[in-house]
């Protein structure tokens, strides 16, 4: 059965309007893309969507009471949920340095937490 989708690409600042033709779970047709990023951008949100998780955590003892982090790589939708929950549980200690690691391999992800900013202690 023919479906076909709808997305915009956001690999670069163009913005292009891709139609995505699949047959039987696969892509047989990619319209409406300006450049190659465009084609993978589709077979990556098509088969395995993924996005950056920013967020804020708790700090002890900082200068504020929370640091801005990211993670280090997109995350698996279906896991950004289990990001955010495990972030919300951790507090960490003044001071922190930008690029520290906060979580190493969240939720079995293999990807890691990291620190956005400096924040000295109170």
């Known amino acids: ?3 076909k989708r709808k997305l915009i690409c956001i690999s670069c600042p163009v913005g292009c309007e891709l139609d995505v033709t699949l047959d039987e779970g696969k892509i047989i047709d990619v319209g ?42 997109p995350v698996p939708k279906p896991k950004i949920f289990d990001v955010l929950m495990e972030l919300r549980k951790v507090e960490i200690e003044a001071p922190v340095k930008i690029n520290d690691v906060v979580i190493e391999n969240v939720v079995g992800t293999g990807i890691n937490v990291i620190a956005s900013r400096d924040l000295p202690k109170a």
């Open 1 to 3: 059965m023919v479906e």
């Open 32 to 73: 409406g893309n300006a450049c190659k990023l465009g084609l993978d951008y589709a077979e990556q949100e098509i088969f395995d969507p993924r996005r950056m998780v920013a967020t804020t955590v708790k700090v002890k003892n900082g200068y504020h009471p929370l640091v801005p982090v990211y993670t280090e790589k």
